[in-house]
């Protein structure tokens, strides 16, 4: 018989401050921290099994905040590291389209740079080491550990080697216990303790529910002379309808390569809408598929994107820990960039608590009095403006871009989880689609290119508490929109003449790619998604 987590007995690790996350804005945070006081003594660990494994996004950068940061990184820049050239805006149509004659100014990138956010956080990990940064990946924070009166004291790793039945096999290990005076919280979008520190310290009181969207990236190796090195094209339009948020981005690179994505933002109301559908479409449309056609894919995934922008940025302290980057919700969404954003926050952080002698108290309204907070304040009103229909949120886009977002009302943000209509409720679309032969084929081919690999002996990492709703109230309501908003293919409805009502739910918890969409957009919140075992998960190259 198993002991229970808290009985067995376990390492313990002692630092002044732990950073969860090797993502920008931990990176940086740990960086900046040892640059102001070599002395403290500071530990990163990341769940991905290398440095930048699950790290997936456009990504354009803005320089400034890594200049301030690394000033010397221009004469060592990352692998992938391309200045930006030409700007172009698309608005399509399913057979054509047209060039905007105006780039939206959050979308002119002079003087930025398109780079693999995953490479880049690789080329930062070992300038923290230089600096005496331990960095570990391959641990998956499973818990945050807590003090009687709350105060959170740092993380508990997840043990290895336990069965799918809860049973521990030969090489079981218990995870250790990394102890701080300071936890700073770094997980990106959706990060599974942030939620549950959220709920336990009501940091959400006084902001509206966070929102998100999806995005799904590929890396295509193109035919010779093909590709314009620096070259940006972001598109709106088809396939997404007019009451759809849904738009693209097209990055060249250099050696005939192009990053490619597709964002949907998860508030969408239609049950039967399919995130990876409408990038595979998009992929066809006459304006892309004449640049792709002869080309291969070299890699693929999908992560959610942190939306919610000013009205949804909760408190970032707690008593013993903080919050930065996408964690907190720090994402420019008119820009699509938040890296500047997580690198900016990560700083901040490290000065705090240099100067506060490690005490989070009063991070929060440091933040907020900061260029990060307002940034996000000037462009508040423009994702919530799309809720009312493209056309609409092009033209409140655009007014307050004008007025430099001083508009006297603030939009409200709502919990994408509740944004969903049921089947009989919503008038389906006119979807326009057209056949498709690009690869991937299937959902089951994004896998393959995303590398993600877990064993099949655990435990499965996405907990649904009711599975009895999937094959009653779900199937009727909204026709198992887990079946199509999952990029990986990981929930099923199968029949089953043994189960109560001839069907059941079956999780492929294998395929999974940590995108977290599943605990966001599920209509009854019960998809609760939990790290599986540290090196689990998809082994992005260069995305």
């Avoid at 999952?486 to 395929?511: F, S």
């Amino acid at each position: 018989m198993n002991q229970p987590a808290d009985a067995i007995e376990r390492d313990v690790m002692e630092y002044d401050v732990v950073t969860v996350g090797a993502g920008p804005a931990g990176l940086s945070f740990a960086i900046r921290l040892k640059q102001l006081n070599p002395e403290i003594s500071v530990c990163v660990i990341e769940k991905s099994s290398t440095i930048g494994a699950h790290i997936l996004s456009g990504a354009v950068i803005e320089p400034g905040p890594l200049d301030a940061l690394l000033p010397g990184w221009r004469d060592n820049p990352p692998p992938v590291c391309i200045p930006a050239t030409d700007d172009e805006f698309w608005l399509l149509t399913k057979d054509g389209g047209r060039k905007a004659p105006i780039v939206p100014p959050g979308m002119r990138n002079h003087g930025n740079f398109i780079v693999s956010l995953g490479a880049m956080c690789a080329w930062l990990a070992p300038q923290a080491e230089a600096l005496g940064v331990e960095i570990y990946p391959g641990f998956a924070a499973a818990e945050t550990l807590h003090a009687e009166d709350g105060t959170v004291l740092g993380v508990r790793i997840g043990d290895m080697g336990i069965a799918k039945d809860g049973s521990h096999k030969p090489g079981y290990t218990p995870g250790i216990d990394i102890r701080a005076k300071v936890t700073v919280l770094a997980e990106g979008a959706r990060g599974h303790l942030t939620k549950r520190l959220v709920r336990r310290f009501n940091l959400d009181a006084d902001s509206d529910p966070q929102a998100y969207s999806i995005g799904i990236k590929e890396l295509w190796q193109l035919p010779a002379g093909r590709a314009t090195p620096g070259k940006i094209v972001h598109t709106l339009g088809w396939p997404a309808d007019t009451s759809t948020y849904g738009g693209s981005f097209l990055y060249h690179l250099d050696n005939d390569q192009v990053a490619i994505g597709y964002v949907s933002g998860l508030d969408y109301q239609d049950p039967n809408y399919a995130p990876y559908e409408a990038f595979q479409q998009w992929k066809h449309h006459p304006m892309l598929r004449p640049l792709l056609d002869g080309g291969t894919i070299l890699s693929a995934g999908a992560r959610a994107i942190v939306t919610g922008g000013w009205q949804s940025l909760p408190k970032v302290e707690m008593p013993g820990a903080l919050l930065i980057g996408d964690t907190a919700g720090l994402l420019n969404v008119p820009k699509i960039k938040g890296t500047h954003q997580a690198i900016r926050s990560g700083m901040l952080a490290a000065e705090h608590l240099v100067a506060s002698a490690l005490a989070p108290a009063g991070f929060d309204a440091k933040l907020r009095a900061s260029d990060a907070v307002a940034e996000l304040r000037k462009v508040r009103n423009i994702k919530p403006g799309f809720k009312k229909g493209l056309w609409f949120g092009l033209a409140n886009g655009a007014w307050e871009t004008v007025t430099g977002g001083h508009s006297p009302w603030t939009l409200k943000v709502n919990a994408d989880w509740s944004s969903l209509d049921k089947v009989n409720d919503h008038e389906q679309p006119k979807r326009d689609y057209v056949q498709r032969d690009l690869a991937p084929r299937d959902r089951l081919a994004g896998v393959y290119f995303a590398a993600t690999e877990h064993d099949e002996d655990q435990p499965v990492h996405l907990h649904v508490h009711d599975t009895s709703i999937c094959v009653t109230r779900c199937v009727e309501e909204y026709n198992n929109p887990c079946t199509r908003f999952c990029p990986a293919a990981v929930y099923e409805i199968v029949e089953d003449a043994q189960a109560e009502h001839g069907k059941r739910l079956q999780i492929n918890a294998a395929n999974c790619v940590h995108c977290k969409t599943c605990d966001i957009k599920d209509p009854y919140e019960i998809i609760t998604w939990v790290t599986p075992e540290g090196g689990s998960g998809p082994n992005y190259q260069n995305l």
